[in-house]
């Protein structure tokens, strides 16, 4: 009977143990849980390899940073980065150009894109982004041009309003479309992406669609602030309820940590990652009732001091 006590103790230190040491390994390999890797090859021998590197994911601003890089193969090829043509590539670029020219015996660079992001912060941490990346690279018809050329019945103006890009069927005649192959890798700290790779005919943009939510470990993380700002305040006001209950002299213990909790709060708040300015859901869920609870709680101190300490007359 007495080592019981003893034991319950052990169980419980080593149960935070093993809690403890299943979060840190779990934390181990978080980032293979939240990345994608999307690959979709073409069997054109004529092609151009697009690498895409998600370098930022910005739900504030709505927008996702990538770098663009390009590899080439087949007759249009000079070596792996020149091309033996020139060459024009169509993407919906949210900041700066959407068209950028590669001229035949240049190097292709590596250039840098921003894409839209379609969400609602305001929803944090349950908020989800999508957005798509379209890309068209076309190269000049070999064949003669016409001086009037008339749109064929089966080519029309591809138009995605919501990515800004649009191509039109004069430069679809003009130019003829170059096989491309895929290859996406999106990797963000705090940032959960899934998404596929999209192909209509050969005039029309490649696209790559991609759905961004919150990582686990940032849901986990907000849960356990909402869960602590919420068993503080009521603590406290606990605490209150019981300082004007008790017929004993008024403790101001609980108006020192009410005051002080006052302004801790929001700082708790904060430590959420990537947490929006007060006004999210969040907050009217947990932080804005947690904060009325506390000043309420400091208020009610104060008052049942001021009740029991009255000057007799």
Known sequence: MPNRPKRFWIFIILLILAVYSLVVLRGLTESTRRSLLLRD???AADRVYISIVTTNANPATHELTAQVSFRLAGKIAKDEVTPAVDLHLLINNFRGEQEFDFPQDKRMNRIEVVFPLNGDLNKYPLDRYETTVRLLMTTPARNERPESPSVPANITQHTHPTDELAVSPTALLQNAPVALSISLTASVPGIRFTG????????????????LTRANSVIAVSLIVVLMMTALSMSLLAMAIRAITTVERTDLLPLSVSISLIFGLPALRNIQPGVPPVGALVD???????????AASAVIIVWTWLLRTRPKS
């Open 41 to 43: 090859e073409t069997e």
């Open 196 to 211: 596929n790779v999209s192909r209509g005919s050969s005039q029309e943009p490649t696209g790559i669609e991609l759905h």
């Open 284 to 294: 009217y869920v947990t932080f804005i009732w947690a904060e009325l609870m506390v």
